[in-house]
């Protein structure tokens, strides 16, 4: 990646160190999952989200996913497939980008 240096990186030794650094910062973790209650469009995004997608083939763990502060889903069609998770992750991303006015200028 050729824009490395404009990000920080932060990298936790495992799940409960993760979970330590988050809540000691106050952010939510909004998980986007088949078994969600919201649906994004519906949800309100704040500045501090972290915004979690799982495995295409099996989601998060159980325990991940009772971590989450609020569970989404992207509406389907019934019958239908879930999506791609790279696609998932653009479309929550993008929409909590609007939402945010976070669009560079």
Known sequence: ???IDQVEIRRH???TDFEIWRK???ARLVLATTRGATPYPDFTFRPDDILLMGRESAGVP???HESAD?????PMQAGLRSINVAVSAAMILGEALRQLDAFPK
């Open 13 to 15: 030794i495992g799940w």
């Open 24 to 26: 000691g910062t106050g």
């Open 70 to 74: 609020a569970r989404l889903l992207i």
């Open 1 to 3: 990646m050729d824009y």
């Open 62 to 64: 159980d325990d991940v």
